[in-house]
């Protein structure tokens, strides 16, 4: 049978490389919670709930209109999913005989690996998903011409020297390209926030029952 994480943890806290027995044991009756195993649950469900909303999402793009915003989040998002179910499975190989003390360390070290590697990707995420509704509206049908162009044509009724490339007002590529280009500048800072707002409360609580290890152990 699969061992727990408080028996690792009970284990840890009585080997003899750790901390003395007494002090361990009051740590892990006042910190009686499993923040690693907490993590894992949020951290499936999140990445159920992206599955599960990309589906949805594409089958109503299709409906309202909107197929290629939809195919585009389809794809970006089960990329996201793939990538973060690897790193799931490499949390799941931590050897989970070591101690109580070393395994926190191990998952402290996976979560920052974790944290990088998704900073990154958020930069490409969030310009792309821009994009996606963009292209998505501009090509949306609206009574037999594309709605990007209906729109093109009510502007130029008030702005008729209004310059185009391509048909597309210049000063809309520029603010789109400018949008686009902060999206991807601040797409790390924007997916701390998210991550914050998620699992701000886990990482915390990992944090302060690593500063109360350290300080037991100094």
């Known amino acids: 049978m699969e061992r727990s ?4 943890w009970k284990e840890g806290f009585l080997k003899s490389d750790a901390l003395v027995a ?7 009756n006042q910190k009686s919670i499993h923040i690693i195993d907490k993590f894992k649950r949020m951290f499936k469900i999140n990445l159920i709930a992206i599955v599960v909303f990309s589906f ?11 197929p290629i915003t939809g195919v585009m989040f389809f794809i970006t998002l089960s990329i996201l999913v793939f990538i973060n179910k690897k790193l799931l499975n490499g949390l799941e190989k931590i050897d989970l005989g070591i101690s109580s003390y070393q395994y926190l360390k191990v998952f402290n070290q996976w979560v920052k690996k ?5 900073e990154k ?18 090509f949306k049908d609206a009574q037999g011409m594309p709605l990007g162009k209906r729109l093109v044509n009510e502007v130029l009724i008030g702005f008729p020297d209004i310059y185009l490339v391509y048909g ?6 520029v603010i789109a390209l400018l949008i686009t280009i902060l999206l991807g500048f601040f797409g790390g800072q924007i997916y701390k926030w998210d991550l914050n707002i998620v699992y701000g409360r886990v990482f915390r609580k990992l944090k302060e029952l690593m500063n109360d290890i350290e ?3 100094s």
């Not at 949805?56 to 909107?66: A, D, H, K, M, P």
Request: no cysteine; charged share 5%.
């Open 114 to 118: 974790q944290v990088s590697i998704n």
């Open 5 to 8: 994480i408080e028996n690792i």
């Open 215 to 217: 300080s037991l152990r």
């Open 56 to 66: 949805v999402f594409l089958i109503v793009s299709f409906f309202v209109g909107i």
């Open 121 to 138: 990707i958020s930069k490409f995420l969030y310009p792309i998903i821009f994009i996606s509704m963009i292209l998505g509206f501009w």
């Open 168 to 173: 597309i007002p210049l000063i809309g590529i």
């Open 22 to 28: 007494p002090k361990i044991n009051n740590l892990y």
